[in-house]
């Protein structure tokens, strides 16, 4: 099967991928009246007098929005956001098939972050929650910041967090096999834009000494005494590269123990995989086509290999976390996802797979497996009590 061209035969078809289903049927003058007018009066009283009710009244407690501006959609880089459609919809979808959790799509006119902060921040009490999704670094940074402190509902950068919670969960079992400590092992990444950097932190969080970690964008290593760092390059650089290398990518892969890839196809060679210590750990995420190929970066010595695809072992999918995230922070109504929420995600995914269990070709559960959501919705749900932002 030619997989884009039927998908595009099949979007046809379609018509859109979701669609809005009522709750309640209306087939009396009594539902009427109960739905609609007279009676519905009473709800938006009882909202007036008490915002919270907005959560019990109305679908707002299950509903998240889904947002892009267009501006970095999949591989594809600013396409608009008219042609971004198609992957909010599709989010949407795996949001309500993996979660039970309704959610809308929506593609804002503007690139701007001023206007993109103000439009999403006047919408937001209409939801429980927002998605942000396929907007460019470095502006997503500052408008999930800003967000964040506007609103009293969860907001979050999927592209940025949620990548980086499953890449965590993998990398906490793949240590497990290769027999090495997290807070021991030399990271070398390929990418420093909103995921790669996104990555760094949470790697951080877990364990990882950040002076062992080192960056690399399309230029070489990402250094603290590099003047040309956008503002969030320069702000990881001042605790990672504790060497300040300036070099490219395959100096900084040598001794490394893990290579974290979410940047371009095929820039990785297998000299470069052997230039690594013994019981390499290699994510090469480049989608469709990963910095080096599985069987390369095998053939070459790594001893656990994770991509992005579906058609490898070890897919490393974001879908493992933000139906699961959301569905924790909705229930208990959380204000927002803290770093302590992230973290327990990513235990939780790695949990799933017993040490007994784990193999090199199996360090993570499928991106299909429907048991995944309601445990780390769980997890994030007890972290969110633990850290004061959950509200029931």
Same mark, same amino acid.
């Given at each position: 099967?030619?997989?884009?061209?039927?998908?595009?035969?099949?979007?046809?078809?379609?018509?859109?991928?979701?669609?809005?289903?009522?709750?309640?049927?209306?087939?009396?003058?009594?539902?009427?009246?109960?739905?609609?007018?007279?009676?519905?009066?009473?709800?938006?009283?009882?909202?007036?007098?008490?915002?919270?009710?907005?959560?019990?009244?109305?679908?707002?407690?299950?509903?998240?929005?889904?947002?892009?501006?267009?501006?970095?959609?999949?591989?594809?880089?600013?396409?608009?956001?008219?042609?971004?459609?198609?992957?909010?919809?599709?989010?949407?979808?795996?949001?309500?098939?993996?979660?039970?959790?309704?959610?809308?799509?929506?593609?804002?006119?503007?690139?701007?972050?001023?206007?993109?902060?103000?439009?999403?921040?006047?919408?937001?009490?209409?939801?429980?929650?927002?998605?942000?999704?396929?907007?460019?670094?470095?502006?997503?940074?500052?408008?999930?910041?800003?967000?964040?402190?506007?609103?009293?509902?969860?907001?979050?950068?999927?592209?940025?967090?949620?990548?980086?919670?499953?890449?965590?969960?993998?990398?906490?079992?793949?240590?497990?096999?290769?027999?090495?400590?997290?807070?021991?092992?030399?990271?070398?990444?390929?990418?420093?834009?909103?995921?790669?950097?996104?990555?760094?932190?949470?790697?951080?969080?877990?364990?990882?000494?950040?002076?062992?970690?080192? #960056?690399?964008?399309?230029?070489?290593? &990402? !250094?603290?005494? +590099?003047? $040309?760092?956008?503002?969030?390059? /320069? *702000?990881?650089? @001042?605790?990672?590269?504790?060497?300040?290398?300036?070099?490219?990518?395959?100096?900084?892969?040598?001794?490394?123990?893990?290579?974290?890839?979410?940047?371009?196809?095929?820039?990785?060679?297998?000299?470069?995989?052997?230039?690594?210590?013994?019981?390499?750990?290699?994510?090469?995420?480049?989608?469709?086509?990963?910095?080096?190929?599985?069987?390369?970066?095998?053939?070459?010595?790594?001893?656990?290999?994770?991509?992005?695809?579906?058609?490898?072992?070890?897919?490393?999918?974001?879908?493992?976390?933000?139906?699961?995230?959301?569905?924790?922070?909705?229930?208990?109504?959380?204000?927002?996802?803290?770093?302590?929420?992230?973290?327990?995600?990513?235990?939780?995914?790695?949990?799933?797979?017993?040490?007994?269990? #784990?193999?090199?070709?199996?360090?993570? &559960? !499928?991106?299909? +497996?429907? $048991?995944?959501?309601?445990?780390? /919705? *769980?997890?994030? @749900?007890?972290?969110?009590?633990?850290?004061?932002?959950?509200?029931?």
């Amino acid at each position: 099967m030619d997989i884009r061209k039927e998908s595009l035969s099949k979007h046809s078809e379609w018509k859109g991928k979701i669609e809005v289903v009522s709750r309640v049927s209306v087939n009396t003058r009594e539902d009427l009246s109960l739905a609609y007018t007279p009676g519905v009066a009473e709800p938006c009283l009882a909202i007036r007098d008490d915002p919270s009710l907005s959560y019990t009244l109305t679908r707002r407690s299950n509903l998240v929005a889904v947002i892009t501006d267009g501006s970095a959609v999949l591989g594809l880089g600013n396409i608009g956001h008219l042609a971004g459609m198609p992957v909010m919809e599709g989010k949407c979808v795996l949001f309500k098939e993996f979660a039970d959790v309704d959610a809308f799509p929506l593609c804002i006119r503007s690139n701007d972050v001023d206007e993109i902060v103000n439009t999403i921040y006047l919408l937001s009490g209409s939801f429980g929650g927002i998605n942000l999704e396929d907007i460019s670094a470095p502006r997503c940074f500052e408008i999930e910041k800003r967000l964040i402190e506007m609103c009293d509902i969860p907001v979050f950068h999927d592209d940025q967090h949620g990548t980086a919670i499953v890449v965590a969960a993998a990398m906490i079992n793949a240590l497990k096999l290769v027999g090495k400590k997290i807070g021991d092992i030399r990271i070398t990444m390929s990418g420093a834009g909103a995921a790669g950097i996104s990555i760094a932190r949470h790697m951080i969080r877990i364990g990882a000494d950040p002076g062992k970690i080192i #960056l690399c964008n399309s230029k070489g290593t &990402v !250094s603290r005494d +590099d003047p $040309s760092l956008n503002p969030a390059q /320069a *702000e990881i650089a @001042k605790i990672t590269n504790e060497g300040m290398l300036r070099s490219n990518l395959a100096d900084a892969m040598k001794n490394a123990d893990v290579f974290i890839g979410v940047s371009a196809p095929g820039i990785v060679n297998e000299e470069m995989i052997r230039s690594m210590n013994d019981g390499a750990v290699v994510f090469p995420m480049a989608n469709p086509t990963p910095e080096i190929m599985p069987n390369l970066a095998k053939s070459a010595g790594a001893a656990i290999v994770g991509t992005g695809r579906s058609d490898f072992p070890n897919q490393i999918n974001n879908l493992l976390a933000f139906p699961g995230i959301f569905r924790g922070a909705l229930d208990c109504r959380a204000t927002r996802i803290n770093e302590e929420m992230k973290a327990a995600a990513s235990y939780a995914l790695a949990s799933l797979i017993k040490d007994e269990d #784990l193999r090199e070709d199996r360090i993570i &559960v !499928s991106a299909l +497996d429907r $048991s995944v959501a309601s445990v780390v /919705a *769980e997890s994030v @749900k007890k972290a969110a009590a633990a850290t004061g932002v959950a509200r029931i």
